[in-house]
């Protein structure tokens, strides 16, 4: 089996510039992790992969093993970390107005997605990334065994990256259709991490993503279109999440 991109590591969204405010960077780094997430979806479809539990999960494991694979550790640990703050601020939501969790809903409930998410990406160098868990209070017997659950998120989609590896040159990532969105913050992360995927990547085709508004703040993967919405009303979204959560959770 080929490995190639196990090995590699780059700076896809490291592409903050000196200028760039650490609320700007939070935002990029989500971005990013919800583009795996989308991703993950656009591979299911495409490559017709088969999923034993919720799809929504397995997204999840990509993104938190993506964020892991592709990227150094120090720059993989920020997105994680901004990553895991963004479930926490959607479970924080749902408290301060005293709901219920949509327990019918395909997405689990938010504090369960940031242990998992945090708890795949951890297990990719547990000894490295623990104090991250221990940051977000996590439980140090689920912390022992996060090695095992990278282990088997490697096991599944490991092959798949492989796939990816030998389509390379028949299709990838393409920005399509935001020419109007591209002064809007997701506009600009689009704009420069997209080509800095497209060689990282193949697919069995061209896989447009469009940055626009969508009058919520979302992401989604169309199977119909064979198209990556990335909605521009992530950014303010992300600001917010920044602003009340972002200076917790620091890693010691
Ligand atoms: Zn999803």
């Not at 389509?167 to 689009?190: C, P, Q, Y």
């Amino acid at each position: 089996m080929l490995r190639i991109l196990s090995a590699l590591f780059v700076s896809v969204a490291s592409a903050v510039t000196a200028q760039q405010t650490e609320e700007e960077q939070f935002i990029w780094d989500n971005l990013t992790g919800t583009f795996y997430h989308e991703l993950a979806h656009a591979l299911v479809d495409q490559f017709e992969i088969p999923i034993y539990g919720q799809e929504e999960d397995a997204a999840d494991v990509f993104a938190a093993f993506m964020i892991a694979k592709w990227h150094k550790p120090t720059e993989a640990r920020r997105i994680a970390r901004a990553v895991a703050i963004a479930f926490y601020s959607d479970y924080h939501r749902f408290e301060d107005r005293g709901e219920d969790v949509y327990w019918a809903g395909v997405h689990g409930p938010a504090l369960q997605r940031m242990y998992n998410h945090l708890c795949v990406f951890i297990g990719s160098n547990p000894t490295l990334h623990r104090p991250l868990g221990e940051a977000f209070e996590m439980d140090p017997d689920r912390l022992d065994y996060c090695g095992a659950e990278f282990h088997q998120a490697n096991a599944a989609w490991g092959p798949v990256l492989d796939r990816m590896e030998r389509l390379k040159g028949v299709g990838t990532v393409k920005i399509e259709g935001f020419s109007v969105f591209r002064a809007d913050v997701v506009g600009k992360w689009a704009t420069r991490t997209m080509p800095r995927l497209d060689p990282l990547m193949g697919l069995p085709a061209d896989l447009p993503v469009r940055v626009e508004p969508c009058r919520q703040s979302n992401a989604f993967y169309d199977s119909g279109w064979n198209i990556i919405q990335m909605c521009i009303e992530q950014s303010d979204a992300h600001r917010e999440q920044f602003r009340e959560f972002g200076g917790v959770f620091q890693v010691q």
